[in-house]
């Protein structure tokens, strides 16, 4: 006759056994005894909550949150978006509206306080996150190029070959938030370029200043180039983004040169688009310069940030790219 502890030993050595298989056939998952738990999020800066809470993190614990939030107020919208990838408090601070606000504020200065508060109210919400993200503008934290290339036809060798050279050359636009713009037209690469365009830049670095509109996608931009027959050059472009916000393409629509009077401009830093602004496509105030709407080089301008000069694709000479696609 079989003992009970022989029988007991049995059952739970033959349960032992199920399980030992039961580990093959059924994953282990742990995440599936969170279900039905509530997890209490990270506190963001600023809370009301009387609770104390203590943050695991060390950088949140020797970093004060008012220093935190001085720090991300010094950072561009673009570094915030990446910021707020770190963790779960930083994701709830960076979406404190202060930030944004005063992003919106200083891009849309022109537009006014005034207009930007009705265009918040009206199309966005009330969220200045919302608007950033939605309402196109002009980025100014790096330039727009436009690279063109065309086949130039090279000197017959003894009737033998017949060469042909492929020729780049940029058109470069820093923008600023202001109103105001830089050109300008070089075949030295982005990484060179950038270093001479700014509002010091010497008249033998070619860069020429001029003004710019923003009216939903459409920008209307004007310079003059001066010398003995004063020539306007005109651009109408079209911003668009190749993801939600980033407004890193502009079309360019129409590219037209016309001539002006001596008397219509003081100097190149005048408000020239004012001038132009109603002008025709093919009106002219200078006989000896004819309007010319142009019909080559309109590739779309591509966004090149600051960071990202040295790297960009675009610094490639013509023997590794000859066509560049800006999509």
Request: charged fraction near 25%; proline fraction near 6%; include cysteine.
């Amino acid at each position: 006759m079989t003992s009970d502890y022989t029988v007991k030993l049995a059952v739970e050595l033959e349960t032992a056994a199920r399980l030992r298989a039961s580990q093959f056939i059924v994953p282990q998952r742990p995440w599936l005894d969170l279900y039905g738990i509530n997890v209490k999020p990270v506190a963001p800066f600023g809370s009301t909550s009387s609770k104390l809470f203590v943050d695991a993190a060390l950088i949140h614990r020797v970093l004060p949150d008012e220093l935190l939030f001085e720090i991300f107020s010094r950072m561009t919208p673009y570094t915030m978006g990446r910021a707020a990838c770190v963790c779960r408090k930083w994701r709830y601070t960076i979406r404190n509206p202060v930030f944004w606000r005063n992003a919106c504020l200083k891009t849309w200065q022109v537009a006014g306080v005034v207009e930007n508060y009705k265009a918040l109210q009206l199309k966005y919400d009330g969220s200045w996150r919302k608007m950033w993200l939605l309402r196109p503008r002009v980025r100014t934290d790096g330039i727009y190029v436009s690279r063109n290339t065309y086949i130039r036809a090279g000197i017959a060798e003894w009737k033998i070959s017949n060469p042909v050279h492929i020729v780049c050359y940029y058109r470069y636009m820093r923008f600023y938030p202001s109103g105001r713009f830089l050109y300008k037209n070089s075949s030295q690469k982005v990484k060179d370029v950038t270093k001479c365009l700014n509002f010091r830049a010497s008249r033998a670095d070619c860069v020429f200043r001029g003004n710019y509109t923003l009216s939903e996608d459409k920008v209307e931009a004007a310079l003059l180039y001066p010398g003995t027959r004063p020539t306007v050059l005109r651009f109408r472009l079209r911003l668009r983004g190749t993801t939600q916000g980033a407004n890193n393409r502009m079309d360019l629509l129409a590219l037209l040169t016309s001539g002006v009077n001596d008397s219509e401009v003081d100097g190149p830093d005048e408000d020239i688009l004012g001038v132009v602004e109603r002008w025709q496509d093919d009106e002219t105030h200078n006989p000896d310069v004819p309007a010319i709407s142009h019909k080559r080089g309109l590739t779309p301008f591509v966004f090149v940030p600051f960071e990202e000069v040295e790297t960009s694709v675009l610094n490639l000479p013509v023997e590794r790219m000859d066509f560049y696609v800006p999509g």
